[in-house]
Nanobody, 124 residues
Framework: QVQLEESGGGLVQAGDSLRLSCANSRRTYAMAYMGWFRQAPGKEREFVAVITWRAGRTYYADSVKGRFIISRDNAKNTVYLQMNSLKQEDTVDYYC?????????????????WGQGTQVTVSS
């Protein structure tokens, strides 16, 4: 059983950085793909980034490319999202996702496992 727990959200100012963490608290096994999504009220969930667990390959949405970095710690079964140069439009809830693959399934937002979400607020 995979249980994802996000942390690290909060209130920051525009231009600041924030790091989100997502741990598979059961630590039973690592999923092949782990990713981050975000969702604003009344809008569809949006893909942010995904990482392949074994090789560490990363893929990003154009909206965050160059500002966000996804990484993982194999020993801790944890994936991170380093968010730099935050903008007000980054103010949404962020969700962690995990799946056995294929990668397209994760990017489409069809992962089998999801965290509860963590809120990020960027003030001007």
């Amino acid at each position: 059983q995979v249980q994802l727990e996000e942390s690290g959200g909060g209130l920051v100012q525009a231009g600041d950085s924030l790091r989100l963490s997502c741990a598979n608290s059961r630590r039973t096994y690592a999923m092949a793909y782990m990713g981050w999504f975000r969702q604003a009220p009344g809008k569809e969930r949006e893909f942010v980034a995904v990482i392949t667990w074994r090789a560490g390959r990363t893929y990003y949405a154009d909206s965050v490319k160059g500002r966000f970095i996804i990484s993982r710690d194999n020993a801790k079964n944890t994936v991170y999202l380093q968010m730099n140069s935050l903008k007000q439009e980054d103010t949404v809830d962020y969700y962690c996702a995990a799946d056995g693959g294929p990668i397209g399934k994760t990017i489409r937002g069809e992962s089998d496992y999801w965290g509860q979400g963590t809120q990020v607020t960027v003030s001007s």
